[in-house]
Structure formats: C-alpha cells, structure tokens
C-alpha cells in the first residue's frame, strides 16, 4: 500500500545521502504547544516526533545518530531514527518485530561488552512493536531505551539519568512512544 509520508521521507533520505548532506546532523526544527505540553521535531525535515512537555536540543552525536535534548522539569532524552537498513543484521523481508529483537540484542550486546550491566524492563515486541530495557553505567548513570520499528525505520528513545527513579525514566520513553505510535 502507498503510504505518502514514507515515500516522502525515502525521497529526503536519498536525495540527503546523494547530496553528500545529513539531514541528521542539522538542528532538528522544534515548536511547542503549551496547550498541549508537546513539543514537535522534526526529522529528515518531514517526520514529525512528539514528546510530552517542553524540550530543547543540547547536541548530536555523530557516531549514535542521536539527537540530545534536556527539560528543566522532564529530565534528558536521545532520538535516533534510522533505515533498517543501516544496520549490519538487516535482513531483506524482516518485519518490524523481528528487526526490533534483532536492534536490541545488538545493542544489549554492545553495552554489554563495554562492562555496563543491561536488565531487560518489556518485551512487548511480539504484542505492541517495541522493547523496553536498562543499561547502568559504572557512574550510575541509568539509560532507559524503548526501540519500536515503523515502515522500515527503527526509534531509538532514549531517557537518562543518575537521580531519576527508573519508573519515571519509562514513563518518558513510553509517553514518547505513545505519542508517535
């Protein structure tokens, strides 16, 4: 089925990655509603993301792909949003659930490797399309990803911090999830 906002992101992709530019790297356009306590990005200037409250952008990180952002009441976050294809376990044909597991244990194992202890929160991938787990740095500082697949693409949410209770970090990342599904 044709579904316009996916050919319109395929064409930026493309035309970004043949032009040699990275519409990633660029500060993403963001608005908030007070009226609605969401604030808007967007990514490869045409795929809106919404998160709950009110947000700015701190920096990129070139080698993750994620977007940093900081609330003076919500705390931080990181997006990444990524072509399945990117990945060196893409299969041809795999659907969103399978690339979700497959995105996780990649980078459950990465973490892993590098001496963080990693707990899996919810695995909810074969119900809803997404995973929940933690990784704890040996700072202590506590990173709650939620990874989710749409239409070929992967969401990397990501909220963070040494203080925050870890209920409070999967709110964040399940209300960002909730508002995008």
Not at 115 to 129: H, I, N, P, Q
Not at 143 to 164: H, I
Request: overall charge neutral.
């Amino acid at each position: 089925m044709y579904n316009p906002l996916k050919a319109l992101l395929l064409i930026a992709i493309i035309t970004f990655s043949a032009t040699g530019c990275s519409a990633q790297s660029e500060e993403l356009p963001a608005t908030y509603s007070s009226s609605k306590n969401i604030t808007e990005f967007t990514f490869y200037k045409v795929l809106p993301i919404y998160v709950p409250g009110n947000w700015k952008e701190l920096f990129y990180s070139k080698s993750s792909g994620q977007h940093f952002f900081e609330s003076a009441a919500e705390g931080n976050i990181a997006i990444a949003i990524n072509p399945f294809d990117l990945y060196p376990f893409h299969k041809a044909g795999m659907g969103n659930s399978d690339f979700v597991k497959a995105f996780a244990k990649w980078d459950i194992d990465y973490h892993r490797e590098n001496g963080l202890t990693v707990e899996v929160l919810a695995d909810s991938t074969t119900e809803k399309g997404f995973i929940v787990w933690k990784s704890t740095e040996k700072d202590g500082t506590r990173n709650v990803y939620l990874f989710t697949g749409k239409e070929g693409l992967v969401f990397n949410y990501l909220a963070y911090s040494k203080t925050t209770p870890d209920k409070d970090l999967m709110k964040t990342v399940l209300g960002i999830y909730r508002e995008n599904r």
